[in-house]
């Protein structure tokens, strides 16, 4: 055991040493910045030719022309374009970090209801694909548990912070799996019977666990003596209206359960998931429900759907009057947030409101546009700076700040480039 620890040891010093060769740590700066001479695309308020973005103190501190560069750092931002940071709304970054090694997972409790769980908690600031995502123009993300009925508390973070609660935006939303009538995956060969059996009893389930949350409610409502139950304590958050619920449901027939759920029991309540949302968009929009779908990159729910059903999905929602954001439900690859708003855009919800569904959408359902979301006075100093669309692959991200702070334009990804388009010995060491 004396030999491994001083075998890692000794890696660990080497790569301090190397780390000192290759030269200093990168990490965000903060400060006064000046982003001069862009075209600034607000979200809210237009799109501003030639415009600046002076950045103070964490906050957007004026936008507009001609604005004095005293005390600030200026980056020419000529021929390129300022967005607001972009949002995922449900993901599992910084929750694990090989999908392969139950040990670098965090995202799951053992049983059914444990709405108690932070996901916040369990969220790694030094996971490799943070950086990854946040160079991509992706600055906030919504960390959301798994597992089963009530799996925990999912929570809003900007991609940015040594530890969890300085990563914490602002929102917290209980995760509910609503029961599900269809199959489980192709794979799933149950009876029709067996499946509405199985769901009815799932109903009947919830139907009792959220009966004692009430009571639970009740009680504590009439200031009676209560054991220690942070399950119930949690869920009765819910039945308050404290909390906001995130319920994930996609099937149709269950998306219109889960309304029926929802106005039954007077829960404030955000619908995840929504594969099938196009199928009773007009029932969404009349219950004034707003949705995080996704991911857009996806296959039908259906074989007899056309081939570009989730694709449009988000469009349709939109078009009918949901309010829609959008999500990648991904762990590594919540980079790629860009190209499923951009498929989104394609097919049939414009790129003004694909816009809308990775900024200020999100920003709003989840109570926080006041501070997130477009690029507005007062307003947080979480944005980008691209070259152009940054729904194109070709684009490229030159900046990222996140709360004022500029983000070192790196990650593993880049680093392994560089690495390997620069070998040093080349390959004609080896060659004879």
């Known amino acids: ?15 301090l040493a190397q780390a000192q060769i290759d030269g200093e740590v990168l990490k965000p700066q903060s400060g006064k910045f000046l982003l001069q001479n862009a075209t600034v695309v607000t979200v809210t308020q237009g799109i501003l030719e030639g415009s600046s973005v002076l950045i103070n103190d964490g906050k957007i501190e004026a936008v507009g022309q001609n604005l004095s560069s005293d005390g600030a750092t200026v980056i ?37 209801v444990t709405p108690n769980m932070q996901a916040l908690t369990a969220v790694n600031p030094n996971a490799v694909a943070i950086p990854v995502t946040r160079v991509s123009g992706v600055t906030t993300t919504l960390a959301v548990p798994s597992g089963g009925i009530f799996p925990g508390t999912a929570a809003l973070i900007n991609l940015n912070g040594y530890t969890p609660d300085q990563m914490y935006a602002g929102f917290k939303g209980l995760v509910m799996n609503f029961p599900s009538s269809a199959r489980r995956s192709t794979y799933d060969r149950r009876s029709e019977e067996d499946i509405k059996k199985d769901a009815e009893k799932s109903m009947k389930n919830i139907a009792e666990i959220w009966g004692n949350a009430k ?11 209560l054991q220690y139950y942070p399950e119930m304590e949690h869920l009765s958050k819910a039945v308050s209206g404290e909390m906001t619920m995130l319920i994930e449901v996609n099937a149709a027939s269950d998306i219109e359960q889960a309304i029926k759920w929802i106005k039954e029991n007077e ?4 619908l995840t998931g929504v594969a099938e949302g196009w ?17 857009m990159l996806s296959i039908p729910t259906r074989e007899s759907d056309r081939f570009d059903a989730s ?16 999500r990648t439900n991904d762990a590594e690859n919540v980079r790629n947030l860009p190209f499923n708003a951009g498929f989104a855009a394609a097919y049939g919800l414009g790129k003004e409101e694909a816009l809308k569904a990775v900024t200020i959408n999100p920003a709003e359902i989840f109570g926080v546009a006041d501070q997130l979301g477009s690029i507005e006075v007062g307003k947080n100093a979480t944005l980008l700076v691209a070259d152009g669309d940054p729904f194109e692959t070709k684009t490229q991200i030159k ?16 680093q392994l480039y560089q690495e390997f388009i620069e070998r040093n010995p080349g390959l004609e060491k080896n060659v004879k």
Do not use: W
């Open 76 to 112: 020419d931002c000529s021929g390129h374009y300022i967005y607001p940071g972009m949002f995922d709304g449900g993901t599992r970054l910084g929750l694990v970090e090989v999908n392969s090694v139950p040990e670098t997972q965090d995202f799951a409790e053992i049983g059914d």
């Open 399 to 414: 900046h990222v700040f996140i709360d004022g702070y500029k983000i070192p334009m790196t990650s593993r990804h880049i």
């Open 267 to 270: 829960v404030k309540a955000i």
């Open 215 to 225: 009571k639970y409610h009740a009680l504590k409502e009439k200031g009676g003596q």
């Open 1 to 15: 055991m004396k030999k491994i620890s001083l075998i890692i040891i000794s890696c660990f010093l080497a790569f």
């Open 279 to 295: 199928r009773v968009a007009d029932k969404i929009a009349e219950a004034n429900l707003p949705v995080i779908t996704g991911p």
């Open 311 to 326: 694709y449009a999905n988000a469009g349709k929602m939109a078009k009918a009057g949901v309010k829609v954001a959008i």
